[in-house]
């Protein structure tokens, strides 16, 4: 996640993106760098305009909470009918098995 950060920061700073400078960002902040990790950003950032994507997040909606699910009858209801529909797969099964053996 730090060279995410590294790069959003070099991104602001307006320098470029590169194992390089990742791995310089990365070091300054007190951290061990990653040449794999740094190549593999580098790699997955490239042709990718930050600001863009930062300015087309913030003009997203957020998203809402799924409405909460209603507590009491529908669930009972629920369960009752998966048990009769459990019921009725169970007696044409048996009807099938039944015609087998005349």
């Known amino acids: 996640m730090e060279y995410i950060y590294a790069a959003l920061l070099l991104d602001s700073a307006g320098k470029e993106i590169n194992e390089?400078?990742?791995?310089?960002?990365?070091?300054?902040?007190?951290?061990?760098?990653d040449e794999a990790q740094a190549k593999a950003v580098v790699a997955s950032l490239k042709g990718v305009n930050i600001k863009d994507i930062i300015k087309n997040a913030q003009a997203?909606?957020?998203?809402?909470?799924?409405?909460?699910?209603?507590?009491?009858?529908?669930?009972?209801?629920?369960?009752?009918?998966?048990?009769?529909?459990?019921?009725?797969?169970?007696e044409e099964a048996a009807g099938g098995l039944a015609s087998l053996f005349g």
Request: no cysteine; charged share 40%; proline share 11%.
């Open 20 to 33: 390089k400078n990742l791995m310089e960002v990365v070091k300054a902040a007190g951290m061990e760098p």
């Open 60 to 90: 997203a909606p957020a998203p809402q909470a799924a409405p909460q699910a209603q507590v009491g009858a529908p669930a009972a209801k629920k369960e009752k009918e998966s048990k009769e529909d459990e019921k009725k797969k169970e």
